[in-house]
C-alpha cells in the first residue's frame, strides 16, 4: 500500500499548506473590513492570544500577515465589541467564531469533571464558598480579578502571583459558565457566557465528544492542507488518545488522502479540499503564534526553519533575539528579525536580521524592506530603523 500513495514534494506541500492558511487569497486592494477578518478566522479556526506587546500582540498580527496593514480597532470590535468571535481554550487561549462555541462544550466538562486541568478541580472544591461568592459578583455586572469585593492575595505558592479571585474566575471561565472580553489595554472582564454567547447558539444541542473532535479535526485538516496525524491532533489540542483513535477513523473513511512527502519520515495526509497553488507570493512577517510556525516539528518539515522563541533565553545564550519574527518571502521562510516597536520615538527597531541557510541574501533584503514598510505602518509609526548589530543581513538592510 505504502508504495501506491501519492507522491508529494516538500515544495508542493509547502505550498498547500500555505494556501490552505491563507497565503493565495489576494489581498485587499481598498480598506480591510471585516469580512476579510472573516474570512482569515475561516481559514485558521482559532487566533491564538498572547499578551506579550514588544511589536504587536499575537492575535492581531495572523490578519496582518495575510492581509497586509489594517485597523487593529476593528479586530477588537469584532471580537469584544460585537462579540462575533469570543474566547475559548482552543489549542491554547484563543478567539474562536461565536457560531462553534457548541464545539467546545466538551472540553469545558472535562475541566468540570476532572479530566483536564486537575489543579483547578482541587481548587474548586477547597474554595467552593468563594466561588460562590465571585458567582453571586459577577451575575450582578462584568468585571476584572481587581473589582471583586475580595481579590484574596495569592495564598501558597501553587498558583504564583495570582489572586485566588483570579483563579476563580479562570475556573469558572474554563468550565463554560462566563466569558471574556478585554478593555483596550488587554486587560481581562468577565461576564456571564449567556450575555456573550447569543441565545440562538446556545440552545443548539451540544455534539458529543465524539462528533465534535471528529469535526474539530475536519477543520484541522482543512487549515492545515496537508499534515502529519499529531499535528492534526495538535491544531485544536484535542485529547490525544481520542483524537488519534478519531483521525484513524476519518482516515479509515475516506476523509484524508494519504500522501508521501519528501523528507518526511510518517505518513502524511492531504484534505481533499486542498487546494495545490504553483505559486505563493507572499512577502511578510509572522507571528511567533502564527499556525505556520506553532508546530515547531511541522516548521522544520515544511520549511527547514528551526524556530524557538527566545524570551525566556537568558540574553546571553539568546542566538537571535528576544522576540524574532519569522519571514516569509514567496513559499519559504528566508530569514527571522529580532523586532520592537519603540512608542517613545515612534519608530520599530530592527535589532538583528539574519537570513536562512541556503537563501539568496540579496533577495532577502530586497523583500525585507517593504515587508518592514508594511509592519511598521501597522503597529502605527512613522518609519523603521536599525538599531542593532546581529545577523548577516544587518548591516545592509537599512541601506538603500
Known amino acids: 500500500m505504502s508504495g501506491k500513495r501519492p507522491k508529494l514534494s516538500k515544495a508542493s506541500a509547502r505550498r498547500i499548506a500555505l494556501g490552505a492558511q491563507g497565503f493565495t487569497d489576494a489581498r485587499p486592494t481598498g480598506k480591510v473590513d471585516r469580512r476579510h ?30 492581509l497586509g496593514p489594517y485597523d487593529p480597532d476593528l479586530h477588537d470590535r469584532v471580537a469584544y465589541k460585537d462579540d462575533e468571535w469570543i474566547e475559548a481554550w482552543c489549542h491554547e487561549a484563543s478567539l474562536i467564531p461565536v457560531a462553534d462555541e457548541p464545539l467546545l462544550r466538551f472540553m469545558k466538562d472535562r475541566a468540570r469533571n476532572g479530566d483536564a486541568w486537575k489543579g483547578f478541580v482541587t481548587f474548586a472544591a477547597q474554595e467552593a464558598a468563594y466561588i460562590d ?33 483570579s483563579v476563580a474566575l479562570d475556573w469558572l471561565f474554563r468550565i463554560g459558565e462566563v466569558g471574556i472580553r478585554r478593555d483596550p489595554g488587554f486587560i481581562k472582564e468577565f461576564d456571564l457566557l449567556e450575555r456573550i454567547v447569543p441565545a440562538e447558539i ?33 491544531y485544536h489540542r484535542v485529547p490525544k488518545k481520542a483524537g488519534r483513535l478519531r483521525a ?35 512577502c511578510t512577517f509572522l507571528s511567533p503564534f502564527d499556525q505556520l510556525t506553532w508546530h515547531r516539528e511541522r516548521a522544520q518539515r515544511l520549511f527547514d526553519f528551526d524556530y524557538k522563541i527566545e524570551i525566556y533565553v537568558p540574553q546571553a545564550k539568546r542566538k537571535y533575539g528576544y522576540y524574532v519574527l519569522p519571514f516569509l518571502l514567496g513559499d519559504r521562510i528566508v530569514g527571522r528579525c529580532d523586532l520592537k516597536t519603540d512608542r517613545t520615538d515612534n519608530v520599530l527597531r530592527v535589532l538583528s536580521a539574519f537570513s536562512e541557510p541556503g537563501t539568496d541574501r540579496d533577495e532577502v533584503i530586497e523583500g525585507l524592506r517593504p515587508a518592514l514598510d508594511d509592519l511598521a505602518r501597522f503597529v502605527g509609526v512613522d518609519e523603521w530603523t536599525v538599531s542593532g548589530t546581529a545577523g548577516d543581513l544587518i548591516a545592509d538592510v537599512g541601506v538603500n
Open 248 to 282: 484513524l477513523e476519518l482516515i479509515e473513511e475516506g476523509a484524508f488522502t494519504e500522501v508521501s512527502v519528501e523528507g518526511w519520515d510518517r505518513p502524511a495526509y492531504v484534505h481533499p479540499d486542498a487546494a495545490r497553488p504553483r505559486r505563493i507570493n507572499a
Open 133 to 165: 461568592e465571585v458567582r453571586a459578583q459577577i451575575q450582578e455586572r462584568p468585571l476584572a480579578p481587581g473589582d471583586l469585593e475580595d481579590p484574596r492575595p495569592r495564598e501558597g505558592e501553587w498558583w504564583g502571583s495570582r489572586s485566588l479571585g
Open 37 to 66: 477578518l472573516r474570512r482569515v478566522m475561516g481559514r485558521l479556526n482559532y487566533i491564538q492570544l498572547d499578551s506579550v506587546p514588544v511589536v504587536m500582540r499575537t492575535q492581531y498580527m495572523p490578519a496582518f500577515s495575510r
Open 202 to 234: 446556545r440552545a443548539l444541542p451540544t455534539p458529543s465528544e465524539e462528533d465534535a473532535t471528529r469535526e474539530l479535526l475536519r477543520r484541522g485538516a482543512k487549515s492545515l492542507g496537508v499534515f502529519s496525524l499529531p499535528e492534526l491532533i495538535d
